[in-house]
């Protein structure tokens, strides 16, 4: 039972006492933004005796436990390869879904995914708290990207946000979809760079880059050679989802990690 998490940006969870927990988000941060994200996990979520403040940076809510997405697959004793069983997975896909679905319908999405922003209340309520990837819509219903994103292994990004070469730019809301798909994708085959630092992952990089030779790995591209896992090959994404042919998170996953945006579909 966690007395306090802090995540990125300021987001912290605390326990209050007995059963009782609470949200904190910085007031003076995104402040529009996490607004609308307060009252879709009032409004869509299955959490217990939940309320806010009145400026909306406070979420109390009740629990017998709340962890870190990551200490949730250490107690599913999956830290080795950090799989987690189809019918969590599914689970987890459906709450994000929710989530972004109707973030989406109120005119904001998330550019991509910080695992270390998820939460997991009672093993069964997943959160996603990343303020940071949260963003406005534009009228068009596309995101208008002021910064670049670098490839981390703890962070899921789609290739179009990867490949931001010029500053302001406009990309597609659907780039969640890609980011939703890897999490899924990685939580039912495994990965291990979640378990890892980012150095630890570009030293293994640089380890398997040098035994293939660079020829290989100019041919392959450096994103592929560094070893993060947050590059998937169409080759590798076909032979794992073989495991799971024709049910429905095979479908789904499938279209999620389109390579172009507007193929992809979360129905």
């Known amino acids: 039972m966690v007395k306090e998490l802090n995540l990125s940006l300021y987001v912290c969870v605390k326990h209050i006492n007995n059963y009782r927990y609470a949200i904190y988000f910085p007031s003076f941060y995104k402040s529009e933004e996490t607004n609308v994200l307060v009252d879709i996990f009032i409004e869509n979520t299955k959490l217990v005796d939940v309320k806010t403040n009145s400026s909306k940076n406070i979420i109390y809510f009740s629990a017998k436990k709340v962890v870190s997405f990551l200490d949730f697959l250490y107690e599913k004793k999956c830290l ?3 799989k987690l069983s189809y019918k969590d997975s599914f689970s987890l896909f459906e709450q ?7 973030l989406q319908e109120k005119g904001y ?3 991509g995914l910080d695992i270390n922003n998820l939460i997991v209340v009672d093993d069964s309520v997943f959160l996603c ?3 940071e990837h949260l963003v406005p819509l534009n009228e068009n219903g596309d995101i208008r990207c002021i910064q670049s994103f670098s490839l981390s292994s703890q962070k899921l990004y789609s290739p179009e946000i990867l ?5 302001p730019c406009l990309v597609s809301s659907k780039c969640i979809y890609y980011s939703i798909g890897l999490l899924i994708f990685y939580c039912l085959f495994g990965y291990e760079g979640w378990m890892m630092g980012d150095e630890e992952c570009s030293a293994r990089g640089d380890e398997e880059c040098s ?3 660079d020829e290989e790995c100019s041919a392959r591209g450096d994103k592929e050679c560094s070893a993060n896992g947050t590059q998937l090959t169409t080759e590798q994404i076909e032979s794992e989802l073989q495991k799971i042919e024709s049910t429905k998170l095979y479908w789904i996953i499938l279209s999620c990690l389109k390579m172009n945006p507007e193929e992809r579909k979360i129905t």
């Open 80 to 82: 080795d390869n950090s």
């Open 96 to 102: 994000m879904y929710l989530c972004v679905n109707e």
């Open 109 to 111: 999405s998330f550019t």
């Open 129 to 131: 708290l990343d303020v």
């Open 163 to 167: 490949n931001i070469k010029k500053l």
């Open 211 to 213: 035994a293939r030779g």
